[in-house]
């Protein structure tokens, strides 16, 4: 009975920072930035993405 009780106390204790960390990869998708994108592709502010770099 004490483990059983332990172990919920400690998944309580961890809960807020698995849930807080959930929310970590939708934040950094948004703050891609120009530096972050691959070869031949230039960053579209418009966008928020990297686009293909046209040839002038």
């Not at 059983?4 to 998944?11: N, R, T």
């Not at 929310?23 to 948004?30: A, L, V």
């Not at 966008?47 to 770099?53: D, G």
Request: proline share 2%; with cysteine.
């Amino acid at each position: 009975m004490k483990i059983k009780m332990i172990l919920a106390a400690c998944a309580v204790a961890l809960a807020p920072t698995w849930v807080l960390a959930q929310g970590c990869s939708e934040r950094m998708d948004t703050t891609t930035s120009a530096a972050s994108c691959a070869e031949g592709f230039v960053w579209d502010s418009a966008a928020s993405t990297c686009v293909e770099q046209g040839t002038s």
